[in-house]
């Protein structure tokens, strides 16, 4: 007996979704009180905002990424603006720095490294000596 499971939503309209979805994510100014002081409305993009957007499961758009490469590439926009983004207005300051800096390291893989062997000191001769080429 083979299972064919549920039909796939999927359609190739959703790739051209994604640009829909980036144009309506943009953030926007507006201004607080009577002092023309202005805020932020940040609307950054996201896999699971796509989601909402086209009206599915966020796990069926991580399928869908498997399944289809146009598809996935699609999703690689979406990617790609949030972490530029997340880089340039973090950078700025227009963005919470804290929170931009969360958002790379959990989604982008941008992590903070430190030397926590060597104290940033060369390592011993002798110990690079006797590693094996294929380490280095």
């Known amino acids: 007996m083979v ?5 796939t939503k999927y359609s ?3 790739i051209g979704k994604v640009d829909e ?12 009180g009577d002092r023309g002081f202005t805020k932020i ?6 896999i699971e905002g796509f989601a ?4 599915v499961n966020k796990t069926t758009l991580y399928e869908w990424d498997k399944k289809y490469p146009e598809f996935s590439n699609s999703l690689d926009k979406i990617k790609q ?6 880089l340039d207005n973090g950078l700025a300051g227009t963005y919470n720095s804290t929170i931009a800096k969360l958002i790379l390291s959990s989604n982008h893989g941008m992590r903070e490294k430190s030397d926590v062997t060597t104290d940033g000191k060369e390592l011993p001769t002798p110990l690079l000596a006797n590693m094996d080429s294929n380490v280095l």
């Open 3 to 7: 299972d064919t499971g549920r039909p």
């Open 12 to 14: 190739e309209e959703f």
């Open 21 to 32: 979805y980036l144009a309506s994510r943009q953030d926007d100014e507006y201004e607080v």
């Open 41 to 46: 409305r940040v609307k950054l993009p996201t």
């Open 52 to 55: 909402v957007y086209i009206g």
């Open 81 to 86: 603006e949030q972490q530029e983004r997340l």
